[in-house]
T-cell receptor, first 116, second 115 residues
Framework: DQQVKQNSPSLSVQEGRISILNCDYT??????FLWYKKYPAEGPTFLISISSIKDKNEDGRFTVFLNKSAKHLSLHIVPSQPGDSAVYFC???????????????FGKGTLLTVNP | ETGVTQTPRHLVMGMTNKKSLKCEQHLGHNAMYWYKQSAKKPLELMFVYSLEERVENNSVPSRFSPECPNSSHLFLHLHTLQPEDSALYLC??????????????FGQGTRLTVV
């Protein structure tokens, strides 16, 4: 049973437009969420995170929104650039639940293609 | 460069071989992980080491055997693998004791092919 779901396997946008990547989760114990970016033949690299005490976190062109009631988060990239083309993974952890709070549960990823 | 180095980057092995994957981090982190990424599947957590002690084994077959001799090094020993074990194996590390939340830093992975 997948606890973190990225229902869109791929997304294609034009350079300069907004990219919106979506992620849903089912485990109500999750309280910390992360986005990772992965290029081919490389490991995932951390992009941005958000804790459940916030509903928005912004870092340059990247903004993550969290809707706890809907158990949904999204990553907005604006403006999108061709170099943003990669697989984006959503991940979650139950940081404040104790035990293995450092364990990340990942979604399957969404392949973003930004066309020039 | 994330500070987590994995070797080898590519490995082809027969089903009767024994090989080891190596992971090294000099970030001062105290947790290390092995993940498996198969095609069209989420990253699957295999093993977690916290302060060099294994704290989690996610029902991984015994043909995969991890070893963590110190907080900077992590190995994954492989023996009598099956073709379905072919995947990208990723090592990661993270600091355990942060104010809020931790992000894992990943290595580049070892692309394993079992023939």
């Amino acid at each position: 049973d997948q606890q973190v779901k990225q229902n869109s396997p791929s997304l294609s946008v034009q350079e300069g437009r907004i990219s919106i990547l979506n992620c849903d989760y089912t485990n109500s114990m999750f309280d910390y969420f992360l986005w990772y970016k992965k290029y081919p033949a490389e490991g995932p690299t951390f992009l941005i995170s958000i804790s459940s005490i916030k509903d928005k976190n912004e870092d340059g062109r990247f903004t993550v929104f969290l809707n706890k009631s809907a158990k949904h988060l999204s990553l907005h990239i604006v403006p999108s650039q061709p170099g943003d083309s990669a697989v984006y993974f959503c991940a979650a952890s139950a940081f404040n639940s104790g035990g293995s709070n450092y364990k990340l549960t990942f979604g399957k990823g969404t392949l973003l293609t930004v066309n020039p | 460069e994330t500070g987590v180095t994995q070797t080898p980057r590519h490995l082809v092995m027969g089903m009767t071989n024994k090989k080891s994957l190596k992971c090294e981090q000099h970030l001062g982190h105290n947790a290390m992980y092995w993940y498996k990424q198969s095609a069209k599947k989420p990253l699957e957590l295999m093993f977690v080491y916290s302060l060099e002690e294994r704290v989690e084994n996610n029902s991984v077959p015994s043909r995969f055997s991890p070893e963590c001799p110190n907080s900077s090094h992590l190995f994954l020993h492989l023996h009598t693998l099956q073709p379905e074990d072919s995947a990208l194996y990723l090592c990661a590390s993270s600091p355990l004791f942060e104010a809020y939340g931790t992000e894992a830093f990943f290595g580049q992975g070892t692309r394993l092919t079992v023939v």
